[in-house]
């Protein structure tokens, strides 16, 4: 079965750093889909990421960037010039083929003025 | 834009109740999930379905059940509420890989 492991609970960061947040999976799948999701408080939860294994160029949204490293099974989320609506949970989630979503347990990231 | 909407926002019921939590899509996905979100445990899939009147059990079924009669609309049971279903419940829809959520439902159980 595939785990996701975000092993830092909560963050935080002063406004205009950057940060960088940790995920690692396992799975013995060669093709699948990385995430990264984020969840403001008390507002819905939305895509930030996406990255397909099969690219070996990493993923980049704006601020937003990754660093996947396949072969260390490691899912990385930068994020530049951190403002102040960045503050959010922040989940790690992985997807083979037809088979569901797993999400890692999430961090809380709080970004400081 | 997708949009995922949830019939409550906040919702208090009392132990033994039967709930419904309802959920809606606009964008004509044939795939639905309804997550369960709880402090330090991540989100854990409850149910989801791949089309009309079909459903499959997620990771933590106990407890819960749903109905799919339209391929909008995804309903969560809760036959009979207990106190330990107190939790954020989250909606999502599907085309392909990503999913989009709804604004979830925080249920109180007393």
């Known amino acids: 079965a595939q785990t996701v492991t975000q092993s830092q609970p909560e963050m935080s960061v002063q406004e205009a750093e950057t940060v960088t947040l940790s995920c690692t999976y396992d799975?013995?799948?060669?093709?699948?889909?990385l995430f990264w999701y984020k969840q403001p408080p008390s507002r819905q939860m939305i895509l930030v990421i996406r990255?397909?294994?099969?690219?070996?160029q990493n993923a980049t949204e704006n601020r937003f960037s990754v660093n996947f490293q396949k072969a260390a099974k490691s899912f990385s989320l930068k994020i530049s010039d951190s403002q102040l609506g960045d503050t959010a949970m922040y989940f790690c989630a992985f997807k083979a083929g037809s088979e569901k979503l797993v999400f890692g347990k999430g961090m809380k990231l709080t970004v400081n003025p | 834009d997708v949009k995922v909407t949830q019939s409550s926002r906040y919702l208090v019921k009392r132990t033994g109740e039967k709930v419904f939590l309802e959920c809606v899509q606009d964008m004509d996905h044939e795939n639905m999930f309804w997550y369960r979100q709880d402090p330090g445990l991540g989100l854990r899939l409850i149910y989801f379905s791949y089309d009309v009147k079909m459903k499959e059990k997620g990771d933590i079924p106990e407890g819960y059940s749903v109905s799919r009669e339209k391929k909008e609309r995804f309903s969560l049971i809760l036959e009979s509420a207990s106190t330990n279903q107190t939790s954020m419940y989250l909606c999502a829809s599907s085309f392909r890989y990503e999913q989009y959520f709804g604004p979830g439902t925080r249920l109180t159980v007393t």
């Open positions: 799975t013995s799948e060669n093709n699948y889909y």
């Open positions: 990255q397909e294994a099969y690219k070996q």
